[in-house]
């Protein structure tokens, strides 16, 4: 049974970072296509970007290109999200997922496992 596990999250003042963990056990990942989406209140789960576990390719939402950075540590089974120069519009509910296919995808609906979410709140 794949279990993901996310922490991390917490309050942060604009332009502060936060790094987020997603620890997983329960599946071979190094198959994997590992992904972090984000909800905010009333609004959709959006894609925030993606790493593909063996190789460690990475893509991420325009929104958040150049802030933040998605790596893993294969002996650890751990995924994380870096987060720098937060805004307000980043505070949300952050999932980590993972979809058991090599390749990533921005579609939520494409990923098997999900977290169960840390809260990142962003003060202005």
């Known amino acids: 049974q794949v279990q993901l596990v996310e922490s991390g999250g917490g309050l942060v003042q604009t332009g502060g970072s936060l790094r987020l963990s997603c620890a997983a056990s329960?599946?071979?990942?190094?198959?994997?296509?590992m992904g972090w989406f984000r909800q905010a209140p009333g609004k959709e789960r959006e894609f925030v970007g993606a790493i593909r576990w063996s190789g460690g390719t990475t893509y991420y939402a325009d929104s958040v290109k150049g802030r933040f950075t998605i790596s893993r540590d294969n002996a650890k089974n751990t995924v994380y999200l870096q987060m720098n120069s937060l805004k307000p519009e980043d505070t949300a509910v952050y999932y980590c997922?993972?979809?058991?296919?090599?390749?990533?995808?921005?579609?939520?609906?494409?990923?098997?496992?999900w977290g169960q979410g840390t809260q990142v709140t962003v003060s202005s």
């Open positions: 329960g599946g071979t990942f190094s198959s994997y296509a």
């Open positions: 997922a993972a979809r058991v296919r090599s390749w990533y995808t921005r579609d939520r609906n494409e990923y098997d496992y």
